[in-house]
């Protein structure tokens, strides 16, 4: 994606995390559904992106298309995608399948925490495995003309053991793959999935090693601040000057000397 395109799709996803903790999994397969509707309409998808159409006159346009066929919570977030920039048609659509895949992540961490994030990338990973043994599984997979729901069906033969939010990422790669290879999809969708569970490690840099005690009220400090029970990687790095760094998801705390040292410099300078 282009940085527009990129931009809007942060402003998205940060507009989507707060109607995720009470998602239930008929929230991203609404999304998909819309997904489709817009890679089905070309139409649409210029009128969505035209730098010219007023926010609000897109999301009249979508109310009107969507409104009693999908949740209130799905049409107001592909409205405010709507309301964004966009470099390329397709990068909206794309940003919705990023949307899409999010909630199902979300869904599958909100009902089990890491262990179901970790389940959720167990069963892609096994999807994964199996299909890129098989060539016949991958050519049945991969053909164009071979009924959604029939491929769906196969797919999930695969790995039947697979959970619920698992099923609904499978059938959606291999029913509307949108010009990828339904192994390379859900390859894709692996990658957001491990982006999530980031949010359950916290990796930890110090200049010196810590004891039992420091890294006890540490976990136990940052399991309060967070919310939830994170998984600590500790590293040394003898450089940092004093302090700690810590990273968790996208988030970083930099309690070290030498950030204190720069946030000095950088005020005596300006």
Excluded: C
């Amino acid at each position: 994606m282009a940085s527009v395109s990129s931009e809007s799709l942060t402003k998205a996803l940060a507009f989507l995390e707060p109607k995720l903790a009470q998602a239930s999994v008929d929230l991203p397969k609404d999304l998909f559904a819309v997904l489709e509707v817009l890679d089905a309409n070309a139409g649409l998808r210029r009128a969505l992106t035209d730098p010219a159409r007023e926010a609000a006159a897109k999301a009249s346009l979508l109310a009107q298309l969507l409104r009693g066929k999908v949740s209130a919570d799905a049409e107001a977030v592909v409205a405010e995608l709507a309301s964004y920039r966009w470099s390329s048609e397709r990068d909206i659509s794309d940003a919705l399948e990023t949307l899409a895949v999010t909630a199902v992540t979300a869904v599958a961490e909100q009902q089990d925490g890491a262990s179901g994030l970790a389940k959720l990338e167990q069963d892609l990973f096994s999807f994964i495995e199996v299909v890129r043994s098989n060539h016949e599984l991958q050519r049945a997979l991969d053909e164009a003309q071979a009924p959604a729901e029939a491929k769906s069906t196969l797919a999930l033969k695969l790995v039947p053991n697979a959970s619920r939010t698992s099923k609904v990422l499978i059938q959606q790669a291999v029913a509307a793959p949108r010009g990828l290879k339904p192994l390379t999809l859900v390859e894709r969708f692996v990658e957001l999935v491990a982006k999530r569970q980031q949010r359950w490690i916290a990796t930890v840099t110090s200049t010196v090693k810590l004891s039992e005690t420091q890294l006890q009220r540490l976990e136990q400090g940052l399991n309060k601040f967070y919310g939830r029970e994170l998984n600590l990687n500790i590293s040394i790095d003898p450089k940092l000057v004093g302090g700690l760094v810590v990273k968790v998801g996208d988030e970083v705390v930099d309690a070290s000397v030498a950030s204190r040292v720069a946030d000095l410099r950088r005020a005596l300078a300006s």
